[in-house]
């Protein structure tokens, strides 16, 4: 499976912006979706999940109320849509995928290349 992430950029502090991922599973409706990021010197950590229709959603404690994840699966897409940023979030941010949401939050199947992420305060 290719994920291919984008949508990354330099922004201030406050700003928002979206991130996609576009996959190539055949089957993209029957897997979980989410996203990961990974700042300089620090471990990769879960940031947002989708369940495969996308009626549920999880987020990290970090990004609730700022970041909302959601999928078209016609179009075989996940989005992160970030708002109010802040300099902490600024990392390299990964789509991955799982067939299970529960494995995904911890240790997905597959991953994307990334998109950078920097906010500037």
């Known amino acids: 499976v290719q994920l291919q992430a984008s949508g990354g950029g330099l922004v201030q502090a406050g700003d928002s912006l979206k991130l996609s991922c576009a996959a190539s599973e055949r089957k993209f409706s029957s897997y979980s979706k989410g996203w990961f990021r990974q700042a300089p010197g620090k471990e990769r950590e879960f940031v947002a999940a989708?369940?495969?229709?996308?009626?549920?959603?999880y987020y990290s404690d970090s990004v609730k109320g700022r970041f909302t994840i959601s999928r078209d699966n016609l179009k075989n897409t996940v989005y992160l849509q970030m708002d109010s940023l802040r300099a902490e979030d600024t990392a390299f941010y990964y789509c991955?995928?799982?067939?299970?949401?529960?494995?995904?939050?911890?240790?997905?199947?597959?991953w994307g290349q990334g998109t950078q992420v920097t906010v500037s305060s």
């Open positions: 989708i369940s495969q229709s996308g009626a549920q959603t």
């Open positions: 991955v995928t799982d067939p299970s949401i529960v494995m995904l939050t911890k240790s997905p199947r597959s």
